[in-house]
């Protein structure tokens, strides 16, 4: 059965430094999504991607968040200038169609601020 | 906005025992539910969801779960729980109008433990 990979599954970065999460999703999807997860709490909406554009985004996904296609499998997601509190499990997920089928999620990469 | 409760951080049951795992939502306008299993170092792994139609739906590895509108409730079950059942479960809706997004909005999940 197809998947959602995640790349790379941990990764520990000095605050201030730049990150790129990685993410091919399932090669038939159409919608791309990232969540976040911070320990203890809710998996939590990050933003959404279709046609090469945002398009719904959510109040943590300010300035220092970016996400791309750079190509026709990867889609990214960037943070500028990483804090502590960017520290969390990020979660990558694509669907098919918007509205009725189910987002199938990656495993994950769990990101430390140090 | 769009909100789902779990109300147990976890449900423990007997192997063999039914199992269920409690979700109420609040989305504006009809909703769409989903169930999502956790196990450990892995993503969330779709189980089921309700779009529309029969109240029950039937998912994977013998889950279902029953929409209730008047409640706002949208309960996992399992006749006969498995040891291998044990994991984080996670309730999740988005609202079915077009101004609610894609987006989904998770409950705080539930850890079932399944003893043998």
């Known amino acids: 059965e197809p998947e959602v990979t995640q790349t790379p599954s941990h990764q520990v970065t000095q605050m201030g430094q730049e990150v790129i999460l990685r993410c091919v999703p399932i090669s038939n999807h159409l919608y791309f999504y990232w969540y976040r997860q911070i320990l203890g709490q809710k998996v939590e909406f990050l933003v959404s991607f279709y046609n090469n554009e945002i398009s719904e985004k959510s109040e943590i996904f300010d300035d220092q968040f970016s996400v791309e296609r750079p190509d026709g499998s990867n889609f990214t997601l960037k943070i500028r200038s990483t804090k502590l509190e960017d520290s969390a499990m990020y979660f990558c997920?694509?669907?098919?169609?918007?509205?009725?089928?189910?987002?199938?999620f990656g495993d994950g990469t769990r990101l430390s601020i140090l | 906005a769009q909100s789902v409760a779990q109300p147990e951080d976890q449900v423990n049951v007997a192997e063999g025992n039914p199992l269920t795992v409690k979700c109420t939502y609040s989305?504006?306008?009809?909703?769409?539910l989903f169930w999502y299993v956790q196990y450990p170092n892995r993503g969330l792994q779709f189980l089921l969801k309700y779009i529309t139609g029969d109240n029950l739906v039937k998912g994977s590895y013998g889950f279902e779960a029953e929409f209730n509108k008047s409640q706002t409730s949208f309960h996992l079950k399992k006749p006969s729980a498995l040891v291998s059942d044990s994991a984080l479960y996670f309730c999740?809706?988005?609202?079915?109008?077009?101004?609610?997004?894609?987006?989904?909005?998770f409950g705080g999940g539930t850890r079932v433990l399944v003893k043998p």
């Open positions: 999740a809706v988005r609202g079915g109008i077009k101004a609610a997004g894609n987006k989904l909005t």
């Open positions: 989305v504006s306008g009809n909703p769409y």
């Open positions: 997920a694509s669907s098919r169609q918007a509205e009725r089928r189910p987002q199938h």
